[in-house]
C-alpha cells in the first residue's frame, strides 16, 4: 500500500461498537449492501474524533446529504438513458447555439433519451426545452447571482439543488451514457476538461462526448487549436487522446455520434482482471480473431468470445441475454478502448445504424 493511503475500514476497532452498528443495520432492515453501510458508519464514527473539527463535519455532512438526495432523485430512471449538456448560462434565448441545444434534446428524446443539465439559464435551459418534461433532469446549484430553476424544470419532480460543485458535477457525470458541450466559460470548460479527465484515466465507463458549435463556428476549433499546438505537441497528452471528443457544428451529427457509439456496444464491467464487454450482437469467431491481431498492443492475448455471461455477473442477473467480448486489458490505454469500442460497432455482425428522426 502506498505511503499515506489509508485502509479500507468495516470495524471501528471496538468491538462492542461494532457489534452497535451491526444492531442498528438490523433494526432498520438492512439485507443488501451492508458491507458498504457498515463501512460508511465506521466512516461517521472515525468523524466523531477530536481531530474533526465543526467545519469539517458540516462539509461532510452537506455533501453526503446531497449526494443521497441526487441517488435518490435517479434511483428509478437508471435504465434511461441520458446526455448530460454542458455549456453557458449567459447564451441567450435569441442565440443559434440556444437553437442547438435546444434541437439535440429534443432530437435525441425521440429516440427515448432524457436529458441531464443545470438548472439555470442560457445552455441549461435550451437542453430542458428540447427534452420536453418527460425527458428532463435538472441538477442546480445554489448560486447568489442565479435566482432558482428555470421555467421548464422550476416545477418538476426530477429536479435536485446542491451546494457544492463537486457533488454537482459527479451526478452530472455518474448517470450518464453521454455528454454534449457547447460554448461556454470557466464553468464549461472546467467541466469539459474534467469529463475528458475522468474518461483518459478509466475514472469514468467509455462515453461519446461532443463538442457542438454552430456551423461555421470557431469556439471548438479555436479550442482544439490550443490543444493540439500547446498540449499534444508538448507531450502533456497522447495524440490518442483526441480520440475522446469530437467536433461537430450540427445536430444530426452531434445525435448521430452519441446514439451510433450504442449501436452494438452497451456497457462493460470488471471481473477481476478481465474486462467484459456487453455487446448487442455477438461477433463471428472471425471477427473476434481480427480484432485480438489489431489490438494486441492493449490486451493480453487475444480477445474471447463469452456465449454466457462470467459467474460473478450470473449472480448480480446483470444483462443475462447480452453478447460479451472478454479480454485483459492493460487498464492505460483508454484512447485505444475507445477504438476497440469504435470497432466493434462497424462490424459486418453489429445492428444495422440508428435511424435518425
Known amino acids: 500500500m502506498s505511503a499515506g493511503r489509508r485502509p479500507r475500514e468495516r470495524s471501528t476497532g471496538e468491538a462492542d461498537l461494532d457489534r452497535r452498528l451491526e444492531d442498528l443495520l438490523d433494526a432498520v432492515g438492512v439485507t443488501a449492501n451492508r458491507d458498504q453501510l457498515l463501512e460508511l458508519l465506521v466512516t461517521v464514527v472515525s468523524l466523531a474524533s477530536e481531530h474533526s473539527d465543526r467545519l469539517d463535519l458540516k462539509i461532510a455532512n452537506a455533501a453526503l446529504r446531497e449526494m443521497a438526495d441526487g441517488f435518490e432523485l435517479f434511483a428509478p430512471y437508471r435504465a434511461v438513458r441520458k446526455i448530460t449538456m454542458f455549456g453557458s448560462a449567459r447564451t441567450a434565448a435569441s442565440d443559434p447555439l440556444y437553437a442547438q441545444a435546444r434541437d439535440l434534446a429534443e432530437l435525441l428524446a425521440a429516440h427515448h433519451w432524457s436529458t441531464v443539465t443545470g438548472a439555470g439559464p442560457g445552455i441549461m435551459a435550451a437542453g430542458l426545452e428540447g427534452a420536453g418534461p418527460e425527458h428532463a433532469f435538472g441538477i442546480n446549484i445554489a448560486l447568489p447571482f442565479e435566482q432558482g430553476a428555470n421555467e421548464f424544470i422550476a416545477s418538476d419532480p426530477k429536479l435536485v439543488s446542491m451546494k457544492y460543485f463537486f457533488t454537482r458535477k459527479l451526478l452530472l457525470i455518474k448517470e450518464s451514457y453521454g455528454y454534449a458541450v457547447l460554448p461556454g466559460g470557466f464553468g464549461t470548460l472546467d467541466e469539459a476538461f474534467e469529463l475528458l479527465t475522468l474518461l483518459q484515466t478509466g475514472k469514468a465507463e467509455p462515453a461519446p462526448v461532443v463538442l457542438l458549435d454552430v456551423p461555421g463556428g470557431s469556439y471548438w476549433r479555436g479550442w482544439e487549436d490550443f490543444v493540439t499546438r500547446e498540449v499534444v505537441s508538448r507531450g502533456l497528452v497522447d495524440e490518442d487522446d483526441r480520440r475522446f471528443y469530437r467536433v461537430v457544428d450540427n445536430v444530426e451529427e452531434a445525435a448521430a455520434e452519441i446514439l451510433g457509439f450504442y449501436r452494438n456496444y452497451h456497457s462493460l464491467r470488471w471481473v477481476g482482471e478481465t474486462l ?72 459486418p455482425s453489429a445492428p444495422p445504424p440508428v435511424v435518425l428522426r
Open 276 to 347: 467484459v464487454i456487453r455487446l448487442e450482437r455477438r461477433p463471428t469467431e472471425a471477427e473476434a480473431e481480427e480484432l485480438s491481431e489489431r489490438f494486441a498492443d492493449i490486451a493480453a492475448g487475444p480477445l474471447s468470445v463469452l456465449d454466457r455471461p462470467p459467474a460473478a455477473e450470473r449472480r448480480a442477473e446483470q444483462f443475462p441475454d447480452l453478447a460479451r467480448v472478454a479480454l485483459r486489458f492493460d487498464r492505460v490505454s483508454y484512447a485505444r478502448l475507445r477504438d476497440l469500442i469504435d470497432a466493434l460497432n462497424r462490424l
